[in-house]
């Protein structure tokens, strides 16, 4: 089993930064894919950006150069910068594909954390 935490949300102004954190622990891989992801209330949750095993990387069309996911071992991160109040939800870290498919399709991924609210005023 996988446990999947979040860090590093919070609240800040348009155009700052926020840098988000999961750490994993239990039966985890180094190949691990590894992926982000958030909702808002009412809303479809969304992909918002993924890294596989050769660190192949896939971002949502909305995020146009302003987040940056990267791994570790056991943690994967998520660097927002120029936030917009449009970003304001809680994001969720996602583990380990279930196999080949889209990286940013939640359906393909197996643990979950249980998200951390981002909030950006204008």
């Known amino acids: 089993q996988v446990q999947l935490v979040e860090s590093g949300g919070g609240s800040v102004q348009a155009g700052g930064s926020l840098r988000l954190s999961c750490s994993a622990s239990?039966?985890?891989?180094?190949?691990?894919?590894m992926a982000w992801f958030r909702q808002v209330p009412g809303k479809q949750r969304e992909g918002v950006a993924a890294?596989?095993?050769?660190?192949t990387t896939k971002y949502a069309d909305f995020v146009q150069g302003r987040f940056t996911i990267s791994k570790g071992w056991n943690t994967h991160y998520l660097q927002m910068n120029s936030l917009k109040p449009e970003d304001t939800a809680i994001y969720y870290c996602?583990?380990?594909?279930?196999?080949?498919?889209?990286?940013?399709?939640?359906?393909?991924?197996?643990?979950w954390g249980k998200g951390t609210q981002v909030t950006v005023s204008s």
């Open positions: 239990g039966q985890i891989y180094r190949t691990d894919c």
């Open positions: 996602a583990r380990q594909c279930r196999g080949p498919g889209e990286m940013l399709d939640g359906n393909n991924y197996a643990a």
């Open positions: 890294i596989n095993l050769d660190d």
